[in-house]
């Protein structure tokens, strides 16, 4: 069990409280919005609850790894690079702040550029019922440092911000950073907020106890990026949809031609072992049954039908065709439980899109007939919105990286300092 926000006594405290607020920017304007509003219903409740103060802190990009590149892409075009300006105008969590303000319609107070350290006065002098938002945690090398000591001195200075620690940033649960996890440490108090609660709930049974028949839909490009998970749901299910790039690993691993298709070779005895695996715990592998496929990887490339597993060498695979969907639509159909991580095609060009938005459909479907149904996972959360089914799903997750890993069975920091 974690502990949440219910088991708190809020009145009067002061909070600080970790969100992932780390959202695409273009010329300090939020493009999306969906990590911001998930955090709304928690900052609500604990404001509601009469806390002295509320301050915020996030990520926001990677500042140091980003301007990096920046810069060796100015110096080979021959340009200045101006560091300072290059954050300032990407990295700064102020628009970010202004933006929650108008979804709270409630003033959101920045702390200031200068950084995370040295705000307590600040915050202890904001009227009661204030909201504060930090800087972007990551401008401290402290934020990501390996070493526990330099990670515990900024984690002791953000905790001295509140009584209580909240932590709602799901999709940052999976690092061990001074705002994420260490900060524990130090807080009188850490508890889950309620959409690290909601994410938990619907991702960790799927792993120790889900409801049966589980059906797991697995995509993506490369099966090294995805191993631990087929072997981690193996387990409990009833069978594996696996598509995308990686399935063609799985099926030269089969003995199938696979033409120009993504493989990854040095994962073709992995591939084995894993169907052999699932031969013995009789658990179903789907694999496509027909393609869709082109001679190049390219938005334009012009579409081929063919009818079956195997590629001639002109062509790569991109997409499946109407025999695999019809496949997937009768196994997805009989699942209790549906869990989704990757596309099973090329999802961005739209020529070889129809393969994902039909699993989006049929997950959909499987939902309404009272299936759990979880989708985790950058790629297919993207999908799911592209076709504009994400509100037909039990649970669309907020976090990449964390969902992947707390579907593979690992603990993740974030969540276990929030442990009862």
């Not at 981690?232 to 790039?245: R, T």
Request: glycine share 10%; charged share 25%; with cysteine.
């Amino acid at each position: 069990m974690i502990k949440t926000v219910k088991s708190v006594d809020f009145k009067g405290k002061r909070v600080i409280m970790r969100v992932d607020f780390n959202v695409p920017m273009k010329d300090g304007v939020v493009q999306d919005d969906t990590r911001i509003v998930a955090a709304i219903p928690t900052i609500t409740y604990i404001l509601e609850q009469g806390a002295a103060s509320l301050t915020l802190m996030s990520h926001l990009g990677d500042p140091a790894k980003d301007a990096a590149k920046a810069k060796e892409k100015a110096v080979k075009d021959g340009k200045v690079f101006d560091e300072a300006a290059y954050i300032k105008g990407k990295h700064r969590m102020a628009p970010v702040a202004a933006y929650l303000a108008k979804k709270l319609g409630k003033p959101v107070v920045f702390a200031g550029e200068d950084g995370c350290y040295g705000k307590k006065a600040f915050i202890e002098g904001q009227p009661d019922g204030s909201v504060v938002m930090l800087e972007n945690t990551r401008f401290h090398k402290e934020e990501t440092a390996k070493d526990t000591e330099s990670r515990d001195k900024l984690a002791k200075e953000l905790a001295s911000y509140g009584e209580v620690f909240v932590n709602d940033a799901f999709g940052t649960a999976h690092r061990d950073h001074a705002s994420t996890a260490s900060i524990a440490k130090f807080a009188p108090v850490s508890v889950a907020g309620f959409l690290m609660e909601k994410e938990v709930a619907y991702l960790e049974p799927i792993v120790t106890s889900p409801k049966k028949p589980l059906v797991a839909i697995i995509g993506g490009a490369k099966v090294s990026s995805k191993i631990a998970v087929l072997e981690s749901l193996l387990k409990n299910a009833h069978a594996l949809v696996i598509g995308g790039g990686m399935a063609y690993t799985f099926l030269k691993a089969q003995g199938h031609t696979v033409g120009k298709s993504l493989v990854e070779d040095d994962q073709i005895g992995t591939a084995k072992k894993v169907l052999d695996a699932a031969k013995k715990l009789e658990v179903e592998i789907v694999l496509p049954l027909d393609q869709v496929a082109a001679e190049t990887f390219d938005a334009n490339a012009k579409p081929i039908a063919v009818d079956g597993a195997d590629l001639p060498d002109n062509l790569m695979g991109l997409d499946v065709g109407p025999k695999t969907v019809a496949k997937y639509k009768e196994v997805i159909g009989t699942a209790a439980t549906v869990v989704w991580n990757g596309p099973v095609g090329v999802f961005e060009f739209e020529a070889f899109a129809k393969g994902t938005e039909e699993v989006a459909k049929i997950v959909a479907a499987a939902t309404g007939k009272g299936a759990v149904t979880v989708v985790g996972g950058g790629d297919s959360v993207a999908a799911v919105n592209k076709f504009g089914l994400a509100s037909q799903m039990s649970h669309v997750s907020t976090g990449g990286g964390a969902s992947l890993e707390l579907l593979e069975g690992k603990k993740l920091p974030g969540i276990e300092v929030c442990r009862g």
